[in-house]
């Protein structure tokens, strides 16, 4: 069984352009967030999935910041705009059942905006 | 505001020794609460997951107890590793319906050989 997968592992873009950063969970795990660290920084929440839908956007900072999710499986974080601010680890998370067992995280994709 | 903090942010510790981390949250109102740790450049790895209603779980050689009413777990270890050495975090869930887990700012353990 392989664990939760993130793509790219790291990536570098200039301020002011869209990066879509990718996570394919674990097969079956209906729950799925994007969680994000800053250096020297707690992991910030952003966005919880269900299934399909998103219960919680609560933790997306800005309208620059959208996410979806597809088939109840692979999940794609969108970045327009980038500011250098973005800059971090962006890690997702899944599990069977919402706040209820274990989360298993990716090893995260390290973005950094010049 | 759910607000979780770790204290002490860091530790240094000869290796055979016992050591606990502490974990305090300010709103005793959880649903469940989670050690993680996290190894430099990887994700995070759950280690023990307590529910409100229980008191500690174990694995191995950690134990973490939970008592919800003073908003404090804390995370054994016994007889440590210098392979134990990694950074470890404590997350809750709220008791509100809202999954997301909110995040302690971690203890970052060196065990030394």
């Known amino acids: 069984g392989a664990g939760v997968s993130q793509s790219p592992s790291n990536k570098v873009t200039e301020k002011g352009k869209d990066v879509e950063l990718r996570c394919d969970p674990i097969?079956?795990?209906?729950?799925l967030y994007w969680y994000r660290q800053s250096l020297g920084q707690g992991l910030e929440f952003l966005i919880y999935f269900q299934g399909n839908s998103a219960p919680d956007k609560s933790g997306l900072p800005s309208d620059r910041f959208s996410a979806e999710r597809t088939g109840g499986s692979v999940s794609t974080l969108t970045i327009q705009r980038t500011q250098q601010e973005d800059s971090a680890v962006y890690l997702c998370a899944s599990s069977w059942a919402p706040g209820n067992s274990p989360l298993h995280f990716g090893n995260g994709t390290r973005l950094t905006v010049t | 505001k759910q607000e979780v903090t770790q204290i002490p942010a860091a530790l240094s510790v000869p290796e055979g020794e016992n050591l606990v981390l502490n974990c305090s949250f300010t709103d005793s109102a959880i649903y469940n609460l989670q050690w993680f740790r996290q190894d430099p450049g990887k994700g995070l790895t759950s280690l023990l997951l307590?529910?409100?209603?229980?008191r500690e779980q174990t694995s191995g050689r950690l134990n973490a107890s939970l008592d919800k009413s003073s908003g404090r777990s804390t995370l054994y270890i016994a007889a440590s590793q210098p392979g134990d050495s990694a950074t470890y975090l404590c997350?809750?869930?709220?008791?509100?319906?809202?999954?997301?887990?909110?995040f302690g700012s971690g203890t970052r353990l060196q065990v030394q050989p």
């Open positions: 997350a809750v869930v709220m008791d509100t319906g809202r999954r997301a887990l909110t």
């Open positions: 097969s079956g795990h209906t729950a």
């Open positions: 307590i529910q409100s209603s229980q």
